[in-house]
């Protein structure tokens, strides 16, 4: 079993910035950040593997940067120049892939999640 919790969401306006945290129990080999606006169905976001690959959706290439510090089991993505459309409920999951990958089907612990609210 692997438990995570994720923090730093909340409300910003568009062009602002915002920084998520993820803790987890134990580590996996991928994990990732999805998101889910109302309405919608969850999408990937970003993953990083433990073959030090990563991947992003292409909606937030060169906006959004995931990282990790393995020594504290916590997982980050750094989200800069946020639109509106970025709003959404923000996850934090752990998966069995070493690659990173934003197959939803590849990973079986999810946390919680964390509001993300953009406005214009």
């Known amino acids: 079993q692997v438990q995570l919790v994720e923090s730093g969401g909340g409300p910003v306006q568009a062009g602002g910035s915002l920084r998520l945290s993820c803790t987890y129990t134990r580590p996996a080999f991928c994990m990732g950040w999805f998101r889910q606006a109302p309405g919608k169905g969850r999408e990937g976001v970003a993953a990083h593997g433990t073959d030090g690959s990563t991947m992003y959706d292409d909606s937030v290439k060169g906006r959004f940067t995931i990282s990790s510090n393995y020594a504290k089991n916590m997982l980050y993505l750094q989200m800069n120049n946020l639109i509106p459309e970025d709003t959404a409920m923000y996850y934090c999951?752990?998966?069995?892939?070493?690659?990173?990958?934003?197959?939803?089907?590849?990973?079986?612990?999810w946390g919680q999640g964390t509001q993300v609210t953009v406005s214009s």
């Open positions: 999951a752990a998966g069995g892939s070493p690659a990173a990958t934003l197959r939803l089907s590849k990973f079986g612990y």
